[in-house]
């Protein structure tokens, strides 16, 4: 059964409670020897990682989740999490160059509030 006890945002590298640009700064200073991503969890019996920094589903947080956060940010597909270490629940929150997503809750994979584009 995959893990359900970690609470976090995909591709909220920062632990800042929600996604944006700065996840993507955070990350790449990370990979080049700063501080470690403020959240991890132990999402399989032995096995603690920085959840929040897996987008592309691959269920480890490497240099290709920065790729995926730049090329959403640009209009690619949204974060994905691992599918062994979903979030239990988390908020999505946030700004893709002009567009703004509205906050939505999710759990587990099913949205309880549509996410919506509006205009600024």
């Known amino acids: 059964m995959p ?8 591709g909220d590298i920062n632990n800042s409670g929600g996604l944006n640009g700065l996840d993507v ?5 990370y990979f080049k020897g700063g501080a470690a991503p403020p959240y991890s969890c132990e999402c399989t019996s032995g096995n603690i990682w920085f959840v929040g920094g897996d987008v592309n589903a691959s269920c480890s947080f490497n240099g290709l989740d920065i790729t995926y956060l730049v090329s959403y940010f640009k209009g690619g597909n949204s974060p994905n999490p691992c599918a062994y270490c979903p979030p239990s629940v988390i908020i999505l929150a946030s700004q893709r160059g002009s567009e703004i997503v509205k906050p939505a809750v999710v759990i587990g994979n099913k949205p309880i509030n549509k996410v919506e584009k509006t205009d600024k």
Do not use: E
């Not at 893990?3 to 995909?10: E, L, R």
């Not at 700064?25 to 200073?29: E, I, R, S």
């Open 25 to 29: 700064t955070y990350g790449v200073a």
């Open 3 to 10: 893990g359900s006890g970690c609470q976090y945002v995909t």
